[in-house]
């Protein structure tokens, strides 16, 4: 997926409810996010969905007379309180799935952790971008090196597969890893910049 922030232009474009270009934009951008979000909360996937669509319905409705103010806070958080009330509301009406999930092994995050869940999914939104990008424009065995260090496989092996020496293989990381902090950090600065731009 190419990299794109929550432009000035899309924001503009989703005042109109009958910009449905729009709407299927943000919901590429923003959809996994919150349905992510929804997941990580406990709720069954068909619940999950639900609380995605009752966002994008709330986004609909808000999004005419919505005007970013950064002296508020980011559009993020709004976004993030948007996925947080709808999450509890989700939850409250499906008490009986709660049920069902308190007597699973896995436990049920509280409400108060949805603010650290939906800020866990915002920065792995930026790091799949990210790394969507180094796929793009970084040699393939430089990114399948990349890749098997993150599985955890040791330098030694992955050298010795790949023809190469140790130290080559920790340049690789390395390049990869800064390549990455600064792709995030040019995401989030746009993103910044952008929603400070809308008011």
């Given at each position: 997926m190419e990299w794109k922030t929550t432009r000035l232009s899309l924001l503009d474009r989703l005042a109109d409810p009958t910009e449905a270009s729009a709407w299927r934009e943000f919901d590429h951008l923003y959809g996994?996010?919150?349905?992510?979000c929804a997941l990580r909360s406990g709720l069954q996937l068909a619940d999950a969905e639900d609380v995605r669509q009752t966002v994008l319905l709330g986004l609909v409705s808000a999004m005419p007379r919505f005007r970013f103010r950064p002296d508020l806070g980011r559009f993020r958080?709004?976004?993030g309180r948007s996925v947080t009330n709808a999450v509890t509301r989700q939850r409250k009406r499906r008490a009986r799935d709660l049920e069902r999930?308190?007597?699973?092994?896995?436990?049920?995050?509280?409400?108060?952790d949805l603010d650290e869940i939906w800020e866990d999914e915002w920065r792995n939104r930026h790091l799949r971008a990210a790394f969507a990008e180094?796929?793009?424009?970084?040699d393939p065995s430089s990114v399948r090196v990349f890749e098997r260090l993150l599985a955890g496989d040791p330098p030694e092996e992955i050298a010795l597969e790949f023809?190469?020496?140790?130290?080559?293989?920790?340049?690789?990381?390395?390049?990869?890893?800064d390549r990455m902090r600064d792709l995030i950090q040019a995401q989030t600065d746009t993103e910044e910049r952008e929603f400070a731009c809308r008011n």
């Open positions: 996994e996010p919150i349905l992510r958080s709004y976004l999930a308190r007597q699973s092994a896995d436990p049920v995050p509280q409400l108060s180094i796929q793009r424009t970084h023809s190469l020496r140790v130290d080559a293989v920790y340049k690789i990381k390395q390049r990869i890893r």
